[in-house]
């Protein structure tokens, strides 16, 4: 981990690249919702209302399957006490942002109501640039 951010495990076949990444501030709140709801979980989907926003759930609450692709996986423990995050996006919003490097950030805001973050009065959001290698589609 850089100082500014955590970069992803690669997780799609044939990639050895990190698609996604966390900013420090975002692993900082993460690590709270950790302790207050044990292991997480991010899913971004396509959706209506807050369906464009990562949503942070608790492992396993957001049922994946199909239809879904495993982006990144994170580990924001340290060597004592690994905590273990994925990062999952429905195969269709992947098939628009394939091409794009996501980090997430956290600002100030409500987010969804379904998201872990909401009581604390914060919200992941994305910011995305541009992937300038060759990148394939799942």
Not at 9 to 26: H, I, K, Q, Y
């Amino acid at each position: 981990m850089s100082h500014n951010r955590l970069d992803a495990a690669a997780t799609l076949p044939g990639e050895d690249f990190s698609r996604v990444a966390l900013t420090a501030v975002s692993i900082e709140l993460l690590q709270k919702l950790w302790k207050q709801h044990g292991p997480l979980m991010f899913h971004q989907s396509g959706g209506c209302c807050d369906g464009s926003s990562p949503m942070c759930y608790p492992a396993g609450e957001f049922i994946t399957g199909d239809s879904d692709v495993l982006l990144g996986l994170f580990d924001i423990g340290d060597r004592e006490r690994p905590q273990p995050l994925e990062f999952w996006m429905s195969r269709e919003q992947f098939n628009y942002w394939s091409h794009t490097h996501l980090t997430v950030d956290v600002v100030n805001g409500r987010g969804s109501g379904f998201s872990v973050e909401s009581p604390e009065g914060k919200r992941f959001l994305i910011r995305s640039t541009l992937m300038d290698w060759n990148v394939s589609t799942v």
